[in-house]
């Protein structure tokens, strides 16, 4: 009945009663009017259609509702983001109670500009059950500040709920009830240590993220069943690859090592690739405890100088890590590839490796870059030239198809042994980090590819195309910052490809990069594959790092069930039908965790070394211009905010359609791109904020 209804409903852009509804699906006894109703509110709780004041049904994204999730600021207001749909705007009189993080529903009330404006009707689900922040006590009571500037709640807890906790204590706390709109009970679950403890700054976001350091008892338990070596029993059935010159790439700090390569030159002319990945689903069985908290962290998580695995440091830098001269059980998929760069032969099977050499991206970088040769390096100096041939034509063949690269900078903190940050610098992107993207993408097309013709259930990674809205929206404000660029008839990867291509050159690249990125859908991962536009590949997964994500662990169960085991009967695949669209949403919704947690500890450390730079002058960029001020960016990717009130030369207003701080006698005033001098004025590690003013 529901498709039905849901047919009806959008068959004409307006709303029905319920006797409409009933007439049209042929109902007429008192029976099937029972049901129609019940089937009604169902429909309505599941927030897939909106019934009016009058009592009439329309579909839920027909009406001025929309369903989302509130992201709060420090400023008291908030934003719903709405999936594939304009953010809306929420005043901080219009939350109704919502916190951070909520799923709401909104009802959109105005549109100003480019901007929606609505108010929050309803919670529907409180996503944040637990928050970290510092104890400190008032009149004897036990009462928590809590980290996250963007919840405005008050939480006490009762004396027997504290775990001992005293005054300084950074603490995980757990909501018990709600006592108004505001202000609930609590209680202390964990202690994270006290507030000037090193390390506990970036386990204290970690733990807002509900991501956890620690692994439960029974996981360790487990742990004393699974061997530190190759048993002599594990060979049999495998291909062995223990002679072959393979070996890693990794950065110098690396420990848990996913991949290893290998390369052959035929007589034909094509190239013979070899991607041997840790083959960790022999090791991490399925309906475990090890697997159990693989799948609830759903991935690694690197924060800074700490690393918050999602296995055991036995399993991730132990037995299931390519490590140099020991043999480890892989899963290789072999592939021949012709000078166009397409695969035209591969295999996927079970092997034992052995890889020669652990190298650095930094070394291979000198041999490929400069033709500096790092000792030990000297045997593998004529692979690694017929890799990066290989890689160019892989990349060459990639972007004729339309594979787009944003080539987006990204900031890389150092440390030091207390965990302080000293020093932010750019991430290298070097010939061989390249190399290896190119060598992982060819493997997961291969093995997607595979699987998709065989029409099994499976576990894709996907891209869906842009929201056109979205486009135009980034195409008009490349047009009023005065630059001219081709109109799309389409929207496709080569012409999102070509749209980087016009702006490459123009001032402004390195901030409209990432921002057409963010006009585009976010990758996840889904049982039903919709292709990857981005990658611009109809078909593709994550199979090469099963170390650090569960979806790539969960491809790797899925080749041993269906080709290694031949598993396919009825019950198997019925099993993985149901299985894996739970498993695509939770892993998507850890990753996205993972991201914003990474973000977080980035934006607390840049705020942190440049506490120790207070008066220093910077040059940088306009990176965003708002009504409030202008952040500015620096070569190394610390961004920190000019206020409008600091701006004391003219009196400054915000120009919304050209997206600049104008002054009353300075015309020109300020815009994306421009090239300032700034001094920075403040900034606090606690609010993870960094305040410049311009240099006079």
């Known amino acids: 009945m529901e498709d039905k209804i849901l047919e009806i409903l959008s068959s004409d852009n307006k709303a029905f009663d319920v006797h409409d509804i009933e007439a049209l699906l042929g109902f007429s006894t008192a029976c099937e009017l029972k049901d129609l109703l019940k089937e009604l509110n169902r429909l309505e709780d599941e927030y897939k259609i909106y019934r009016t004041k009058k009592d009439k049904y329309m579909l839920f994204s027909n009406s001025n509702l929309k369903i989302g999730k509130l992201m709060g600021t420090k400023k008291g207001y908030a934003f719903v983001d709405i999936e594939g749909d304009e953010d809306v705007f929420i005043a901080q009189d219009n939350l109704n109670g919502a916190i951070n993080s909520d799923q709401v529903i909104v009802e959109i009330t105005s549109k100003k500009g480019l901007r929606l404006e609505g108010r929050i009707l309803k919670v529907v689900e409180r996503k944040l059950q637990q928050f970290v922040g510092k104890v400190y006590f008032k009149k004897n009571k036990c009462l928590i500040d809590l980290d996250d500037r963007k919840v405005n709640l008050n939480i006490i807890i009762d004396e027997d709920k504290t775990l001992g906790a005293v005054s300084g204590h950074k603490v995980v706390v757990r909501l018990l009830g709600k006592i108004d709109n505001t202000s609930y009970k609590g209680a202390i679950v964990k202690i994270l240590g006290h507030v000037d403890d090193p390390g506990v700054d970036i386990l204290s976001i970690a733990a807002k993220y509900e991501i956890e350091e620690e692994f439960p008892k029974n996981v360790e338990e487990q742990l004393n069943s699974i061997p530190d070596h190759v048993l002599e029993s594990e060979y049999e059935g495998r291909t062995d690859l223990r002679e072959q010159m393979i070996f890693t790439i990794d950065g110098a700090d690396t420990k848990d090592i996913d991949d290893a390569i290998s390369i052959e030159k035929l007589e034909s002319g094509n190239y013979k690739l070899g991607v041997h990945i840790a083959d960790v689903s022999y090791y991490v069985k399925e309906n475990t405890p090890l697997d159990d908290e693989a799948y609830k962290r759903g991935t690694s998580v690197y924060l800074a100088n700490t690393v918050i695995p999602m296995l055991p440091h036995q399993l991730s830098n132990g037995i299931c890590s390519l490590n140099p001269n020991v043999d480890r059980l892989a899963i290789s998929c072999s592939m021949e590839i012709d000078p166009n760069g397409e695969v035209v032969e591969y295999d996927i099977f079970e092997s034992v490796i052995k890889s020669r050499i652990q190298m650095t991206y930094t070394n291979v970088n000198k041999i490929l870059e400069e033709n500096i040769v790092a000792e030990g390096y000297e045997p593998y100096v004529d ?109 496709t990867p080569k012409a999102m490809q070509e749209l980087l291509g016009e702006l490459k050159d123009v001032k402004e690249y390195h901030i409209l990069s990432p921002l057409l990125l963010r006009s585009m859908q976010k990758a996840v991962y889904d049982k039903t594959n919709i292709g990857h536009f981005g990658l611009a590949s109809k078909c593709y997964t994550h199979f090469t790092s099963p170390i650090r994500r569960y979806p790539d662990t969960t491809v790797h169960r899925l080749l041993r069930t269906y080709l290694f085991n031949k598993n396919i009967n009825s019950d198997t695949i019925n099993y993985w039908e149901q299985k894996l669209p739970v498993l695509a949403l939770h892993t998507s919704e850890r990753e996205r965790a993972s991201i914003e947690c990474e973000r977080e500890v980035d934006d607390m450390k840049m705020a942190e070394y440049m506490e120790k730079h207070i008066g220093e002058e910077f040059t940088g960029i306009v990176s965003s211009v708002m009504s409030f001020g202008m952040f500015i960016e620096l070569p190394n990717k610390i961004e920190g905010l000019v206020r409008i009130d600091d701006l004391t030369d003219d009196y400054y207003r915000y120009d919304e359609s050209t997206f600049a701080l104008v002054g009353n006698n300075n015309k020109r005033g300020y815009r994306l791109g421009d090239e300032v001098k700034v001094v920075v004025k403040a900034a606090s590690k606690i609010n993870h904020t960094i305040d410049f003013i311009l240099k006079k």
């Open 383 to 491: 692979s690694l030239r017929l890799m990066s041939e290989l890689a160019d034509i892989l990349r060459a063949n990639k972007v004729r198809k339309g594979y787009i690269d944003f080539d987006i900078d990204e900031a890389k903190i150092i440390t030091d042994e207390n965990g302080e940050a000293i020093d932010v610098k750019l991430r290298e992107r070097g010939t061989g980090e390249k190399l290896i993207e190119d060598f992982m993408i060819a493997a997961n097309e291969t093995v997607a590819r595979h699987i998709t013709y065989m029409e099994y259930p499976f576990i894709y990674r996907v891209h869906g195309e842009p929201n056109e809205e979205k486009i135009n929206n980034f195409l008009n404000f490349v047009s009023v910052l005065g630059h001219s660029v081709h109109k799309m008839k389409k929207i």
